[in-house]
T-cell receptor, first 116, second 111 residues
Framework: EPEVTQTPSHQVTQMGQEVILRCVPI?????FYWYRQILGQKVEFLVS????????KSEIFDDQFSVERPDGSNFTLKIRSTKLEDSAMYFC??????????????FGPGTRLTVL | LAKTTQPISMDSYEGQEVNITCSHN???????ITWYQQFPSQGPRFIIQ???TKVTNEVASLFIPADRKSSTLSLPRVSLSDTAVYYC????????????FGKGTMLLVSP
């Protein structure tokens, strides 16, 4: 069964440093997403990406965040200058082509980001 | 997106059937109902999706009454490995949708 993969599984960084979280969505999916989950809290939507551009973003996704699909397989989330409050699990998800399939999002295993 | 309400937690024993009900009084005509499962430190996993009546797959069944203001996820004969948080989400079929997760229902299955 195809699955979404994410690397690294755990990233430790110093406050103010840049991090790039990587994701390989399911190959025939067209919609890509990033979510995050702070320990003990809800899964929160960050951004959705379709047709090589951002479709929607939440208030969390400020100027410190950016996403990119540098090639046909990878989907990245960059945090330019990390803050302590960015520490969380970051989940990448991808969805199908249209209609009901697009509502079915498949999540990766997550990257645990720890900002010191 | 329609707001959903589900119990914060449920307890069960191995081998029992578990039914988790979700209320979504403001569900719109185009909305589908989707359930996800999340284990600790893992990403949410799609379980089942439906629009009306009953949907069944190899993992669960989803019961949706005619008014669609609620839905019930049914897990037959649960095992310890079914201990997880279960989320009920409602979204439209606009081609893509962002998922708004609530706190979900923490299901604890005991021996």
């Amino acid at each position: 069964e195809p699955e979404v993969t994410q690397t690294p599984s755990h990233q430790v960084t110093q406050m103010g440093q840049e991090v790039i979280l990587r994701c390989v969505p399911i190959s025939n999916h067209l919609y890509f997403y990033w979510y995050r989950q702070i320990l003990g809290q809800k899964v929160e939507f960050l951004v959705s990406f379709y047709n090589n551009e951002i479709s929607e973003k939440s208030e969390i996704f400020d100027d410190q965040f950016s996403v990119e699909r540098p090639d046909g397989s990878n989907f990245t989330l960059k945090i330019r200058s990390t803050k302590l409050e960015d520490s969380a699990m970051y989940f990448c998800a991808s969805g199908g082509t249209s209609g009901i399939e697009a509502d079915t999002q498949y999540f990766g295993p997550g990257t645990r980001l720890t900002v010191l | 997106l329609a707001k959903t309400t589900q119990p914060i937690s449920m307890d069960s024993y191995e081998g029992q059937e578990v039914n988790i009900t979700c209320s979504h009084n403001n569900i719109a005509t185009n909305d589908y109902i989707t359930w996800y499962q999340q284990f600790p430190s893992q990403g949410p996993r799609f379980i089942i999706q439906g629009y009306k009546t009953k949907v069944t797959n190899e993992v669960a069944s989803l019961f949706i009454p005619a008014d669609r203001k609620s839905s019930t996820l049914s897990l037959p004969r649960v095992s310890l490995s079914d201990t997880a948080v279960y989320y009920c989400l409602v979204g439209d079929d606009s081609g893509y949708s962002t998922l708004t997760f609530g706190k979900g229902t923490m299901l604890l299955v005991s021996p």
